[in-house]
């Protein structure tokens, strides 16, 4: 993995050393109200490390964006998904560190769509995925356990290569 640089922000690949700082940010109750509670927070962000990547603004970590792809040639893709700490949020750096990471997987990569799936009520994830280019799909409905038990819609966007707003 290599390291990105957006307006705002510095996308790294995360190393051992970052799970305790990322397993801070991702217990934060305004981070767990859309992620959902771990029993052991070290444990989740360790299970993902190879596939993430450290959101950093002015040498200060404030997050982290997670990445897949899909490899089968048929349905060929990438997705991703981000978490912020709470004093990072409405300061355009989620959008910055989407837009860096989709350009990356874009035009580095190679891939010609990307996916994400928000809660259907994330109203600022959702913002800002579209100023990136991404597009509603539809909604799956009680598609997530929310942290109170029940099941909650989601949405799924794309972003086809031409969509990407720079």
Do not use: C
Request: proline letters at 5%; aromatic letters at 8%; hydrophobic letters at 40%.
């Amino acid at each position: 993995m290599t390291t990105l640089t957006g307006a705002l922000v510095l996308l790294r690949p995360a190393t051992d050393a970052d799970i305790a700082p990322l397993a801070v940010i991702r217990s934060a109750p305004e981070v767990t109200k859309w992620w959902g509670d771990e029993e052991d927070y070290p444990a989740a962000v360790a299970e993902d490390l190879e596939r993430t990547f450290v959101i950093e603004v002015d040498g200060r970590m404030v997050g982290a964006v997670q990445t897949y792809e899909e490899d089968d040639p048929m349905y060929r893709h990438a997705g991703m998904d981000i978490y912020l700490e709470p004093s990072s949020y409405g300061r355009g750096i989620g959008t910055d560190a989407v837009r860096t990471m989709a350009r990356h997987l874009i035009r580095t990569v190679g891939h010609h769509r990307l996916v994400i799936d928000p809660a259907a009520n994330n109203a600022a994830a959702i913002r800002a995925y579209e100023k990136v280019g991404f597009r509603r799909v539809g909604v799956l409905r009680r598609y997530e356990r929310g942290p109170d038990g029940t099941f909650h819609d989601g949405l799924l966007l794309d972003l086809l290569n031409d969509d990407l707003i720079d």
